[in-house]
């Protein structure tokens, strides 16, 4: 399940043994199962509201397609008829005006081809947050769909937990990465936020 209002995903907290409500600048790690092809199958690790870290399967149509609330039930009373009405209606109409202007509901910068390319939450491998500026940015490997390679990019939260946001400009780190050597979580936090590979260029993201 996904609220397209609040921009959440509804996972369960084994703490808890309820759902909570999990953005996804608080994914940790994403990993595609192997196998599972209609839809594929990811596994999520997540940071929980109840402190502690957890894993999800999300399934890929649900990972994705969710957030941009075409399948929603919720309904909205529209000030203008004051009839009840679909949000997914209008989320629906707003989606289709983006992808006419060439809007994607998440941009993510690729090192390699030097351009702005489409992405989706699926297409993350690691997000890792920086605590110094409390929270507000995120670093994320992320993989293109275009070239199939991988760059660091840093964003912020809003720029994951909210569809049709692109940062104004989005920092990415000048490095080739190895989508089949790709250094574990706390190493690329490490190298990400505190060692040499910190090094990053600005890009126009508008």
């Known amino acids: 399940m996904f ?81 009840r009405e679909l949000v997914a209606t209008e989320l629906v109409e707003q989606a289709t005006g983006h992808l006419r202007k060439g809007a994607w509901p998440w941009t993510f910068w690729c090192h390699p081809e030097s351009a702005l390319r489409p992405g989706f939450p699926s297409s993350l491998r690691f997000v890792t947050p920086e605590h110094e500026y409390g929270d507000a940015r995120v670093g994320v490997l992320v993989r293109c769909n275009s070239c199939e390679r991988h760059t660091v990019n840093i964003v912020s939260t809003t720029h994951l937990d909210v569809p049709w946001h692109n940062d104004e400009h989005i920092a990415f ?27 990053q260029w600005l890009s126009d993201a508008g």
């Open 3 to 83: 609220d397209p209002l609040r921009n959440r995903y509804a996972l369960r907290c084994p703490q808890l043994e309820s759902q909570v409500w999990v953005p996804v600048s608080a994914f940790r790690i994403i990993r595609r199962l192997r196998g599972a092809q209609s839809p594929a199958v990811f596994r999520v690790g997540f940071e929980c509201e109840c402190g502690d870290r957890h894993e999800a399967l999300v399934a890929h149509d649900r990972l994705d397609w969710a957030p941009l609330g075409t399948d929603s039930t919720e309904t909205f009373t529209n000030l203008a008829t004051g009839k």
């Open 173 to 199: 780190v000048a490095q080739l990465f190895d989508g089949d050597r790709i250094a574990p979580e706390e190493r690329f936090r490490h190298q990400l936020w505190d060692g040499p590979a910190r090094t």
